[in-house]
């Protein structure tokens, strides 16, 4: 089945430095790739997504890339600030079957200092 | 709109005892998955519904169950619960699953068994 890594596991920047968080996955059927943040006590939340058609997608302060040949996608945060400190998910998904199939990254906890 | 509720949001049971968790979709979506989410685990896929109708199921024990209403809220139950049951327990709601839809989240409900 699909696997997804996602590096680094934990992550510290200075308050207006940017961040990139890594993802790779294994299965090439995939085809969409979401990332979601997630506040302490609260739900992932969707950020930003790519579909396999796409190598880059920005909005506003947060850009995610895609590279199908090489099978990794990346989050990059530019201007970061202290609100943007959470956990991070990746994740691939792909059709199987008429349902989708979605496996999570295992998350990136980003600390941004002050 | 609405997102995605849950409740309850906190529960404690006694091992052996079974709970029911509610999730009500944003108004409009039709797919409702289930997932666990632990420290040691990350988020792990339970099941989804779509139209009343499980499509896809993940590896976990038949003591996980769920059920989706006409109205497509849905219900997940667990039976015999176990010290490692403990967890929070999210849904999520697109409009029809798949890679062609989004994912929106609840809060999810945190599941402590004693």
């Known amino acids: 089945g699909e696997n997804v890594e996602q590096h680094p596991s934990t992550l510290s920047v200075q308050e207006g430095d940017s961040a990139v968080i890594k993802c790779t996955y294994s299965?090439?059927?995939?085809?969409?790739f979401p990332w979601y943040k997630q506040e302490l006590g609260k739900g992932p939340q969707l950020i930003i997504d790519?579909?396999?058609?796409?190598g880059e997608k920005k909005d506003q302060r947060i850009a995610v890339t895609l590279n199908k040949t090489a099978k990794h996608f990346s989050l990059h945060i530019t201007e970061t600030q202290p609100e943007d400190s959470a956990v991070y998910f990746c994740a691939a998904s792909k059709n199987s079957g008429g349902y989708q199939k979605v496996t999570f990254g295992t998350g990136t906890k980003l600390q941004v200092i002050p | 709109k609405a997102g995605v509720t849950q409740t309850p949001r906190y529960l404690i049971k006694t091992r052996g005892q079974q709970v029911t968790l509610s999730c009500s979709p944003i108004?409009?979506?039709?797919?409702v998955s289930w997932y666990q989410q632990t420290p040691g685990q990350g988020l792990q896929f339970l099941f989804e519904?779509?139209?009343?109708?499980?499509?896809n199921k993940g590896n976990f024990p038949g003591r996980f169950s769920g059920r989706q209403f006409s109205n497509s809220r849905s219900e997940m139950n667990v039976s015999t619960l176990e010290l490692g049951d403990s967890a929070l327990y999210l849904c999520?709601?697109?409009?029809?699953?798949?890679?062609?839809?989004?994912?929106?989240f609840g809060p999810g409900t945190r599941l402590t068994v004693t």
């Open positions: 108004s409009g979506h039709r797919s």
């Open positions: 790519i579909r396999s058609n796409v």
């Open positions: 299965d090439s059927a995939s085809n969409y």
């Open positions: 519904y779509f139209s009343e109708t499980q499509r």
């Open positions: 999520a709601s697109s409009w029809e699953g798949g890679s062609n839809g989004e994912q929106y």
